[in-house]
């Protein structure tokens, strides 16, 4: 199992971003797909996820709204879109996987791959 996270980069306040992970190694269409993000100093939180069944996305309150999850089964890739950056949304953002659903608790120890991350700096 191989997870690529890629699109990370310096972005002014308000601006956006759009990450990549591009996956390979496994069945992508029968995993479920998530980003985490760790600050420093912060331990590492869930941001979004999208499910191996088609529409079934979810975000903690307070990303909802601003990032977009969504995954193109016939590139081996997801995406996450992510909008109106601030400041905090500074961090090093990493994809992982688990088999089927997402799990609303977003733990790290519920997935079972991960990708090596990609730093998103929010900053003016």
């Known amino acids: 199992v191989q997870l690529q996270a890629s699109g990370g980069g310096l972005v002014q306040p308000g601006g956006s971003l759009r990450l990549s992970c591009a996956a390979s190694?496994?069945?992508?269409?029968?995993?479920?797909i998530a980003w985490f993000r760790q600050a420093p100093g912060k331990e590492r939180e869930g941001v979004s996820c999208?499910?191996?069944?088609?529409?079934?996305?979810y975000y903690p309150d307070s990303i909802k709204g601003r990032f977009t999850i969504s995954r193109d089964n016939a590139k081996n890739t997801a995406y996450l879109q992510m909008n109106s950056l601030k400041p905090e949304d500074t961090a090093v953002y990493y994809c992982?996987?688990?088999?089927?659903?997402?799990?609303?608790?977003?733990?790290?120890?519920?997935?079972?791959?991960w990708g090596q991350g990609t730093l998103v700096t929010v900053s003016s």
């Open positions: 190694g496994f069945v992508f269409a029968d995993y479920a």
């Open positions: 999208i499910s191996s069944i088609p529409g079934q996305t």
């Open positions: 992982a996987t688990r088999r089927f659903i997402c799990l609303p608790t977003m733990r790290n120890s519920e997935y079972e791959d």
